[in-house]
């Protein structure tokens, strides 16, 4: 078994794990029935099923830009295994409205539960990220970083693919079920206590966003690291917002087409995760950012170039799985889908290693959090930018071309990173430190870490 796959048989990773696979399977299981559901059943407008899939993209991100501030600071005072195990209790909550809403086919019903939702992921993402650090060495975060983002991807997958093949009836079960193994996962996560002095939360969330932001990204490579970060999950918001339609009106498939999409492109990220550690050797490095993202953009032009080139059906029909799997442009699909996939967690995940391993220990979360306002802004940005061109006539496939715009912008901010850190690289005992406004220094090129506990040792 690889160094990576050895932490999948330690308590001090395990649980995390699990807690969030089960909690990004529950997330997509449900908006993906729904989506396909309304896409499918209930609009039969491009524009308008553009539109509805941009609303349900925007109420998921909505909760990261209000009150991912919030978040940060309780994980950062908190302990954060305490935590985890109030927000999986409120996941099963919020799954019976959403199980309702799915039984009952009531739209504002389902929209509540999947905004609810983007408030249990605002809480939690933090604190999955601020984990790592705290219960791994320091050689084994990029690694447990790939993990996480592999089985999150995958579990993307696994509920993207279930919702197409199973009744909005059968779905409503299944949410609730996860969510209350989530829960029991969420239980063996082990003590993480907080390493610094609990602060008093802010709970004006607009000046207590205002302020993390700006005490974040003072740091240029903090900045940059965010920023090229943001612009990924924009351009991954146009892609997510773009895939029903597409499919629908373009490729002139059923929904089952569209969850296999949206299962290739889960692949293609967690496949990404995993070749760019083994590519890196566990050192964090943005070394092939630019590369990997202005690769990205190529595979997004080249199923620009096949899906422009696609014989649909003309008949009123739509493709089922079987006869889109038959049609000979289908692998071009399949490939052009993998390839954005791949580089795109090639590009993503070292810039999230970054975040978790140049800041101190008791400012992990906070600063996570202030990458969750930004990304959120950037994706609602995404999701803005979809409508605005379709507004004005853009058919969903030149809409997609937006993104490999977006894709060099991400490239130029990887590589302005990857540079600062080349030239940042000192011995530890010169390590700089950058100011922190609440009177800590706040190491910004490494990270002192404590002999792991015997509680972290625990298989």
């Not at 539109?51 to 908190?78: E, M, N, Y």
């Not at 995760?273 to 083994?278: A, E, M, P, T």
Request: net charge neutral; charged share 15%.
């Amino acid at each position: 078994m690889t160094p990576s796959f050895r932490l999948l048989g330690q308590r001090r990773f395990l649980p995390l794990f699990v807690t969030q696979f089960l909690g990004a399977f529950n997330d997509n299981l449900f908006k993906t029935s729904m989506v396909l559901f309304v896409t499918f059943e209930v609009y039969s407008d491009p524009a308008v099923e553009a539109k509805f899939s941009a609303l349900a993209t925007a109420l998921v991100i909505l909760p990261f830009f209000l009150l991912s501030a919030l978040s940060g600071q309780l994980a950062d005072s908190r302990d954060k295994a305490k935590i985890i195990r109030i927000i999986k209790a409120a996941e099963i909550g919020i799954m019976v409205v959403g199980a309702a809403g799915l039984m009952l086919k009531m739209i504002p019903v389902m929209l509540a539960a999947l905004f609810a939702m983007g408030v249990h992921s605002t809480f939690f993402g933090p604190i999955k990220y601020a984990l790592l650090p705290q219960h791994l060495e320091k050689d084994e975060v990029l690694a447990g970083t790939g993990l996480v983002e592999a089985g999150t991807y995958i579990a993307i997958l696994a509920g993207t693919i279930l919702a197409g093949f199973i009744s909005a009836k059968t779905a409503a079960a299944g949410v609730l079920i996860v969510a209350v193994l989530g829960w029991i996962a969420g239980r063996q996560v082990p003590a993480a206590p907080p390493s610094g002095k609990g602060e008093p939360l802010d709970f004006h969330v607009v000046r207590a966003s205002i302020k993390l932001v700006s005490d974040t990204m003072h740091v240029r490579r903090l900045f940059l690291a965010i920023i090229a970060i943001s612009f990924f999950w924009a351009i991954g918001s146009v892609l997510i917002i773009e895939f029903p339609p597409l499919v629908k009106n373009v490729f002139t498939a059923d929904e089952k087409v569209a969850s296999l999409f949206l299962a290739i492109f889960s692949v293609g990220v967690a496949i990404g995760s995993v070749l760019i550690n083994k590519l890196l050797g566990s050192h964090v490095s943005a070394r092939y950012a630019p590369a990997s993202v202005i690769a990205m953009a190529g595979f997004v032009l080249f199923m620009y170039f096949v899906a422009e080139g696609w014989a649909g059906r003309t008949d009123g029909r739509l493709y089922n799985l079987v006869e889109f799997i038959h049609h000979p442009g289908s692998w071009l699909v399949a490939l052009a889908l993998l390839g954005v996939a791949v580089t795109g967690g090639m590009f993503v995940v070292p810039l999230y290693a970054f975040l978790t391993t140049t800041v101190g220990e008791d400012k992990t979360a906070r600063t996570v959090a202030a990458n969750n306002i930004v990304n959120s802004g950037a994706m609602v940005g995404g999701a803005v930018a979809v409508m605005g061109v379709m507004a004005t006539g853009v058919s969903v496939l030149n809409a997609l071309l937006l993104v490999p715009v977006m894709c060099l912008v991400s490239a130029w901010t990887g590589w302005r990173l990857h540079k600062a850190c080349g030239e940042a690289e000192l011995p530890e005992h010169e390590v700089p430190f950058a100011h922190d406004p609440t009177g800590d220094m706040l190491p910004i090129l490494s990270q002192h870490h404590e002999a792991p506990s015997a509680e972290n040792e625990q298989k």
